[in-house]
């Protein structure tokens, strides 16, 4: 494996899940009008095809 292609390959995806992630928390906290109401519980699972990793990550996102 090469280390700089792998580590470049995986910081881009790492990049396009946060990006993409962070646009639909917005657009579904605008959209369901939930801005200054608590806190939105969200879970973020990773898997990768052909392997048994399941990753999840749990947390609260506040409203404000």
Sequence with gaps: MENESFNLSLRRFLKEVG???QQE???????RGLAGHGKLKVKMVLTAEGTDL???VAGNIDLG
Excluded at 25 to 31: A, L
């Design 19 to 21: 990006i993409s992630s």
């Design 54 to 56: 399941r990753h999840e």
């Design 25 to 31: 928390i917005e657009r579904i906290v605008r959209e």
